[in-house]
């Protein structure tokens, strides 16, 4: 039985019952699915804000670094520190105030 007499025997003996579960079973695929799609909505809404904040704050920071760098190459005492990093990979740094 190829599809066509598939479709057709389906049709012609198929009982209001049957028609009833495919569609019960079809409204409970797209609901799932709508359900998904409004979480994934949700889901980017809230990063798109996110997002939009860690821009200001990124500029932010942009801003007084650049501040911070003007005053500091303005101010430059020619002063040596030796700065030594705690972390596992101990570095030395030369730093002039």
Excluded at 19 to 27: D, K, N, Q, V
Excluded at 43 to 69: A, G, M, P
Aim: negative net charge; glycine residues 2%.
């Amino acid at each position: 039985m190829n599809d066509k007499e598939f479709e057709k025997f389906v049709k012609i003996h198929a009982s209001d019952c049957y028609w009833r579960i495919l569609a019960e079973r079809s409204r409970i695929k797209l609901e799932d699915q709508l359900q998904e799609n409004q979480q994934l909505h949700e889901l980017l809404d809230e990063l798109t804000k996110e997002n939009e904040q860690l821009q200001r704050k990124s500029e932010q920071c942009e801003y007084l670094t650049n501040i911070f760098n003007s005053i500091m190459s303005e101010h430059d005492s020619g002063i040596e520190l030796n700065i030594i990093d705690e972390s596992p990979v101990s570095k030395r740094q030369k730093v002039y105030i």
